[in-house]
């Protein structure tokens, strides 16, 4: 026999009221967590990926502001007669010499705000928002 028997009771009952509580939690907050998980996780996977068309005609970027997902992609079309530049302000991406007709090509990675000019012709702005 215990020579403490209560003791031993209630260490095993608040035991026992531990293992039902968490598993209680786990019932009613872990399934529907792993749900939102789930669910987020696999948007991010079917979610397919879109082509953006954007224009540089008339010395501007058209259109002017654009939101974008990662994983993208962004096609400026040049249809001016000079040479323009997609130039992230903090050099995440540089297209270089897009000339008259030409046309290049991005894929958003990096998640951000990007501010973008042309090297050729600084007054002329944009911006990428990468979610
Ligand atoms: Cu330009």
New binding site residues.
């Given amino acids: 026999m215990s020579r403490f028997p209560l003791l031993k009771r209630s260490i095993v009952s608040t035991g026992f009221l531990l293992a039902a509580l968490s598993f209680a939690s786990v019932m009613w907050l872990g399934p529907q967590e792993a749900d939102a998980q789930s669910r987020d996780a696999l948007a991010a996977k079917t979610a397919p990926a879109k082509h953006h068309s954007l224009l540089i005609k008339d010395?501007k970027y058209q259109p002017a502001s654009l939101t974008v997902k990662r994983g993208d992609t962004l096609e400026w079309k040049n249809e001016d007669v000079?040479a323009?530049?997609v130039t992230a302000a903090d050099k995440s991406f540089d297209s270089g010499s897009i000339p008259a007709g030409g046309s290049w090509k991005y894929v958003a990675k990096k998640p951000g705000t990007f501010n973008y000019i042309?090297t050729?012709?600084p007054n002329?702005k944009a911006n990428l928002i990468v979610q």
């Fill in positions: 010395f000079v323009h530049t042309c050729f012709h002329m």
